[in-house]
């Protein structure tokens, strides 16, 4: 009987076909991790299979994949690339295909035509914007590109609302064909674990329990997390020194710390302790009193500030750092200041370290668990 309700789920699950330009498996930067989060938590409602590069470990994936990807740069304009994956929707009779990020938007139209296949593209940002915040010139060539394809396709998945209503008002698309669909978390409800946590991660960095934890997480050689670290170890620290009821650590953990910055040491006596990347990222997260995000440019949300704000740590974000999160399921978990103010920088993260300590809403989970996004995404599919 079991067998045969398995064989008849089998049966009225959709077949997707996911395409991921990128190694992301494991993963190490927010990207990564929203697309391997992503397709895991959509693999249990809809058959998917996955392609993309070799450089992936398919032991980590509970649906399959097909490394079809060239390793260099040329897989973005690989022209072989057409009868592949149009003789796979074919043989395998897919109901759908999503294209991660823009980028394969002109591979995509060709594809749709030769199949018929409904095509979504699942964005991660406007593209163009975080290229023109980081200062590369051919932000409007990409700008023109991202329309087209945009504009090209049957249904668009955006990370932040910000970017679907710029694009439906902006770029003409059709409000239907947008949906809109946040990083999630895994979980649920504020987590009961915190003070557990907290005394691993003071007993492995050998921090006073009285101290306050101030932690900064992500893929350090991407040009705005370093630029973060930096705003952090060189203008918003000697801040923090001069407030003398003030006794705190701050963490940064990541990977690809420039060799130049020789692992932090020279402000290891100013209470700053660099961890590297570590495994056990969620119980840091739990640890920390507040995560800093003094982030001034990239795009589209910051994952780990949605995943801070989950664990019920209070967060302290430049504007555009908050850029893209639902602030009203925040409440005080929350803090903004103007960009590049460090001195009120400085300011809310010493109030809010002498500041009750309240839950993350449930309002919070409500939006932001991947249990309440993926059900809308099956049913655009």
Same mark, same amino acid.
Not at 53 to 77: E, H, I, T
Not at 111 to 126: A, S
Not at 261 to 290: P, Q, R, T, W
């Given at each position: ?22 190694? #992301? ?51 973005? #304009?690989?022209?072989? %690339? ?21 980028? #394969? ?44 394809? +945009?504009?090209?396709?049957?249904? &668009? %998945?955006?990370?932040?609302? /910000? ?8 770029? *003409?698309?059709?409000?239907? /064909? ?35 934890? =101030? +932690?900064?997480? *992500?893929? =350090? ?13 060189? /203008?918003?620290?000697?801040? %923090?020194?001069?407030?003398?009821? +003030?006794? #705190?650590?701050?963490? &940064? ?22 961890? !590297? ?20 440019? !990239?795009? !589209? ?10 664990? !019920? ?20 978990? +929350? ?8 001195? /009120? ?37």
């Amino acid at each position: 009987m079991e067998r045969k309700q398995e064989s008849n789920l089998k049966r009225v699950m959709k077949k997707v076909l996911a395409i991921a330009p990128y190694p #992301y498996l494991p993963f190490y930067s927010g990207g990564q991790k929203f697309i391997a989060k992503f397709f895991e938590h959509l693999s249990s409602k809809i058959e998917l299979t996955v392609i993309s590069v070799a450089k992936n470990d398919p032991s980590q994936a509970g649906y399959k994949m097909v490394p079809m990807l060239k390793r260099s740069f040329a897989r973005y #304009y690989d022209r072989s %690339l057409i009868k592949k994956i149009t003789s796979l929707v074919q043989q395998e009779k897919f109901d759908a295909i999503i294209w991660e990020h823009p980028y #394969y938007g002109w591979l995509a139209r060709r594809i749709k035509k030769r199949t018929g296949i409904k095509t979504i593209i699942h964005t991660h940002n406007i593209e163009y914007q975080r290229f023109r915040s980081m200062g590369k010139w051919w932000w409007p060539i990409l700008k023109i590109y991202e329309r087209k394809c +945009l504009q090209k396709t049957d249904v &668009i %998945l955006f990370i932040t609302k /910000k970017d679907r209503d710029f694009a439906i008002e902006k770029w *003409g698309l059709k409000k239907e /064909k947008c949906l809109n669909v946040p990083f999630g978390i895994e979980m649920k409800e504020n987590p009961a674990n915190r003070q557990t946590e907290r005394n691993m991660v003071c007993g492995k960095h050998h921090i006073d329990y009285s101290e306050k934890i =101030l +932690l900064f997480n *992500g893929l =350090l050689k991407y040009k705005p997390n370093l630029d973060a670290v930096k705003a952090i170890t060189e /203008k918003i620290n000697p801040l %923090l020194l001069q407030k003398p009821d +003030l006794r #705190y650590k701050i963490i &940064i953990c990541g990977k690809d710390l420039p060799a130049e910055m020789n692992e932090l040491k020279e402000h290891a006596d100013k209470n700053i302790i660099y961890a !590297g990347f570590v495994d056990d990222i969620d119980s840091y997260f739990k640890a920390a009193d507040i995560f800093l995000n003094p982030v001034l440019s !990239g795009g !589209g949300i910051k994952t780990k500030m949605v995943e801070a704000i989950g664990f !019920g740590t209070t967060v302290i974000s430049t504007e555009s750092g908050a850029a893209g999160i639902d602030k009203s399921v925040c409440d005080n978990k +929350l803090i903004t200041v103007n960009d590049s103010d460090w001195e /009120k920088f400085a300011d809310a993260i010493f109030s809010a370290t002498h500041n009750a300590v309240s839950a993350t809403p449930q309002e919070y989970y409500n939006v932001y668990a991947w249990a309440n996004i993926i059900p809308g995404v099956v049913a655009a599919i």
